[in-house]
């Protein structure tokens, strides 16, 4: 602890002030014991909220005058009702095939020779390891880069005028709720179209003949030579062109400076001489091949049998007259009066 006589006027007015907030605490203290016996007074009741006044009625709109009654829509023309298509002639029967003969068993083949097994081959020799690399030189230190001269300042840019407010736009009103369209007319069921008959089945046709042999082309006549073409005549010489000015010499360029001499590099190391690679042992000969058994000759085809003529077709029914169908109405032409009234 310090005793200068600084440190010593600051503690004494310090000490004085704790002792007395220690003695105003003790006396209120006891103060406050001999306080506690006499009981507190009752606190005072809460004033009555007043009562809301009544609220004003709201002020009655006035009717919405009835929107006009669009006038009815004239239903389409009812469509014309379709024919119906004649009925179909049976078509006949189709004559029953021939049956095809059985085909021939075929032989078994011979079973195949059994490879015999191939030798292992001989294992691979062992890897020689790389020799290290040297550790490479240091490259020499770059020049010192110049410095620039500094870059002009720009002038300040002008700032813009400030634009001015755009007025608010008045609130869109709420358009009527569109009327509901007249039903449209039911269209008239058309009648079910009749099934077509199944298609017979394509019998296969007959091999088809060989052709005859092409007849030998016959040697044609030598080409008579050309006659030969008349002399070319020479054309005339070009005559001479004129002499062009001498142009004149330009001055001479300025010499330019002496660029510094580039110091030399070190020479690199020499790399070190790779090992001789060893020499892989020779392959081993594969077994020679068993000929191959030849097969047996397939047995001929069978003729096919002959095609059977089919029945002539026959006519198809006149189809029935197409009703022509209602013209519309024509559209009513503008006179000039309407033109200028609308403005076209």
């Known amino acids: 602890m310090t005793t200068s006589p600084k440190w010593r006027s600051v503690l004494a007015p310090a000490a004085m002030a704790a002792a007395l907030a220690a003695a105003a605490l003790a006396s209120a203290g006891t103060a406050h014991a001999q306080d506690d016996t006499t009981p507190h007074p009752p606190y005072p009741a809460k004033p009555a909220h007043p009562a809301h006044g009544a609220k004003p009625a709201y002020p009655v709109h006035p009717e919405k005058p009835a929107y006009p009654v669009h006038p009815v829509k004239p239903e389409y023309p009812v469509h014309p009702v379709k024919p119906e298509y004649p009925v179909k002639p049976v078509k006949p029967e189709y004559p029953a095939k021939p049956a095809y003969p059985a085909k021939p068993v075929k032989p078994e083949y011979p079973a195949k020779p059994v490879h015999p097994v191939k030798p292992e081959y001989p294992a691979k020799p ?27 300042v720009h002038p300040v840019k002008p700032a813009y005028p400030v634009k001015p407010e755009y007025p608010v736009k008045p609130v869109k ?172």
């Open 126 to 152: 062992v890897k020689p390891e790389y020799p290290v690399h040297p550790v490479k030189p240091a490259y020499p230190d770059k020049p010192v880069k110049p410095e620039y001269p500094a870059k002009p």
């Open 173 to 344: 009103p709420e358009y009527p709720a569109k009327p509901a369209y007249p039903a449209k007319p039911v269209k008239p069921e058309y009648p079910a179209k009749p099934e077509y008959p199944a298609k017979p089945v394509k019998p296969e046709y007959p091999a088809k003949p060989a052709y005859p042999a092409k007849p030998v082309k016959p040697e044609y006549p030598t080409k008579p030579a050309y006659p030969a073409k008349p002399v070319k005549p020479e054309y005339p010489a070009k005559p001479a062109h004129p002499v062009k000015p001498v142009k004149p010499a330009y001055p001479a360029k300025p010499a330019h400076p002496v660029k510094p001499m580039k110091p030399a590099y070190p020479a690199k190391p020499a790399h070190p001489v790779k090992p001789v690679k060893p020499a892989y042992p020779a392959k081993p000969a594969h077994p020679v091949k068993p000929m191959k058994p030849a097969y047996p000759a397939k047995p001929a085809h069978p003729v096919k049998p002959v095609k059977p003529d089919y029945p002539s077709k026959p006519a198809h029914p006149v189809k029935p007259v197409k009703p022509d169908h209602p013209k519309h109405p024509s559209k009513p032409k503008h006179s000039g009066h309407e033109k200028e009234q609308h403005g076209w």
